[in-house]
């Protein structure tokens, strides 16, 4: 057996994960944990239904951070709740649940987000011939392809995510005097949708895209659970995803493409072995947004063998250049888009430091990107040498993680990725991370005077840490010997 591979557990052999083995549960009390289980999810599914109704990031800010907040705490709750239940009811549950959570976010258009109608249109111009790196939406090359929907000419451009381009004209495009920034993967989607969708379709085919995405993944996690023999803790842990508030949201809801990347990463990480076949999947998945390359030193987690690391490289790349072949004969080096542009805005160019809250607490705010670049690096070290092959998610987990809490993203949909790999090694401490991004976006880096910035990252590194330690072998034996003892004098 490589040492990649997946181990095959018999049932009833002692297991080496951070959990202890689940108890049969007794048949009162697996009844009672699926019936509350499934009114959980049932007013999980009504809170998000209701959410994205009711709330947006501007004009409703209320109803969507109260929202918001209730699910979380009905998320947490079922998850606790359905560790109780049978194997096979706690699938059915997940399952059912993820495809509850996600129709319900189909309720609405988009509440928090305007990337779905650069998607859209992105779609529109590659299914009339043209390079969606060549022109930005506002260019009068692109005229003809205008509608009413993603360019109403009504009324005084006023409401939510409703903008002008430099020419006047009324759109719901964010950043419509720019190039798209997506690459090549995620660009093939949406033309694939756009095939496939109804001519008066509008939001509403992207967003069925991203239920179908989100509910496939919790799928492809239980599918992972199963074959890692762990299926007893399977159900819990693809919950973490397929009941997360935020995959609704920003995977439904705002169909954001990063949920493509999820699932491809899912899958490289928990169905394929160190070679060619993980190094071409998770090159799909940097080439749908770039975030999963975090993933892959995780994926090359304790492997020595140079040949081994040469083939997922190579994979890798191969994948992601072939991607851009067709792009490139179209639009040449433009296939970059705005990529640089968006870099800068959002504060990762040399000498901004609109990032990095946390590191900036306690050094100065010149020395605060190194200082990220060189952690980042050490970490990845780390995962590469001393990392669990027969666990890639867990390296992948934890450098994805440190990166998020160390940049200190604005937008909470940059986390689906950490969500998913949350959900592939259960280590729920790191949803905190989800969390400290979502309240930065809808909130604002200050808020009545606070730093929410460095204030919601910085609870979620403490949260984090604290799991850390809980989990550690020192602390489960001081835990031991506390409870022993307990129960002796009682």
């Given at each position: 057996?490589?040492d ?14 951070t ?9 009162t009390?697996?009844?009672?944990a ?31 951070l ?20 049978p ?23 988009p ?10 249109w992105?779609?529109?111009v ?5 390079s ?6 506002a ?25 002008r381009?430099?020419?006047?004209q009324?759109?719901r495009?964010n ?13 093939g989607?949406?033309s ?16 069925v ?11 492809a ?17 693809a ?6 508030p935020a ?21 490289a ?37 140079p040949a ?6 190579a ?13 490139v ?8 888009g705005y990529l640089?542009?968006?870099l ?13 809250a ?7 705010d ?6 990220v ?8 070290l ?12 867990r390296?992948?987990l934890?450098?994805?993680?440190t990166a ?7 937008y909470?949909w ?24 979502i ?14 910035q ?11 840490v ?25």
């Amino acid at each position: 057996m490589s040492d990649t591979a997946f181990p095959q557990r018999r049932s009833g052999s002692p297991r080496s994960g951070t959990e202890p083995p689940a108890a049969p549960p007794r048949r009162t009390t697996a009844r009672s944990a699926v019936t509350v289980t499934t009114l959980l999810l049932a007013s999980l599914t009504a809170v998000v239904a209701v959410t994205v109704r009711t709330g947006d990031d501007s004009s409703h800010l209320g109803p969507m951070l109260i929202g918001y907040g209730v699910a979380w705490l009905l998320f947490a709750a079922a998850v606790r709740a359905v560790r109780r239940a049978p194997r096979r009811a706690a699938t059915a549950l997940v399952l059912a649940g993820s495809a509850a959570v996600a129709v319900a976010a189909l309720a609405a258009p988009p509440r928090t987000s305007t990337d779905m109608f650069r998607y859209a249109w992105d779609g529109r111009v590659q299914a009339a011939g043209i390079s969606p790196y060549a022109y930005p939406p506002a260019a009068p090359q692109l005229d003809r392809l205008r509608d009413e929907w993603l360019f109403p000419d009504k009324g005084d451009c006023r409401g939510w995510g409703l903008t002008r381009t430099d020419r006047g004209q009324c759109t719901r495009i964010n950043r419509p005097g720019v190039p798209t920034i997506y690459p090549p993967v995620a660009e093939g989607w949406f033309s694939a949708v756009h095939l496939l969708s109804p001519a008066d379709g509008r939001h509403k085919p992207l967003q069925v895209g991203g239920a179908v995405l989100a509910v496939g993944t919790t799928a492809a996690l239980l599918a992972v659970g199963r074959r890692r023999g762990d299926p007893e803790r399977a159900a819990g842990r693809a919950a973490l995803w397929g009941w997360c508030p935020a995959v609704p949201i920003e995977a439904v809801n705002n169909a954001h493409v990063d949920t493509l990347g999820v699932l491809l990463t899912v899958l490289a990480l928990g169905t394929a072995t160190a070679g060619v076949r993980r190094g071409a999947l998770l090159g799909a998945a940097v080439a749908v947004k770039l975030l999963p390359v975090l993933a892959l030193p995780g994926a090359l987690s304790g492997v020595r063998s140079p040949a081994r690391v040469a083939r997922v490289v190579a994979a890798l790349l191969a994948v992601v250049a072939l991607a851009y072949v067709p792009y490139v004969a179209a639009s040449g080096a433009g296939v970059l888009g705005y990529l640089p542009g968006y870099l800068h805005e959002e504060g990762y160019s040399p000498g901004d430091v609109h990032r990095f809250a946390l590191v900036r607490l306690v050094l100065p705010d010149s020395a605060a990107e190194v200082t990220v670049v060189v952690l980042l690096a050490l970490m990845a070290l780390y995962v590469l040498w001393r990392g669990d092959p027969a666990r890639p998610w867990r390296g992948a987990l934890l450098l994805t993680g440190t990166a998020l809490l160390l940049v200190s993203p604005t937008y909470p949909w940059y986390a689906l990725l950490l969500v998913g790999l949350v959900a592939l090694d259960g280590r729920w401490e790191w949803l905190t991370v989800t969390l400290a991004g979502i309240v930065l976006y809808l909130c604002g880096r200050q808020s009545h005077g606070i730093p929410v910035q460095a204030l919601s990252y910085g609870v979620a590194a403490v949260c984090v840490v604290v799991g850390a330690v809980v989990r550690s072998e020192s602390a489960r034996r001081f835990l031991g010997r506390y409870t022993g003892v307990l129960r002796a004098r009682v």
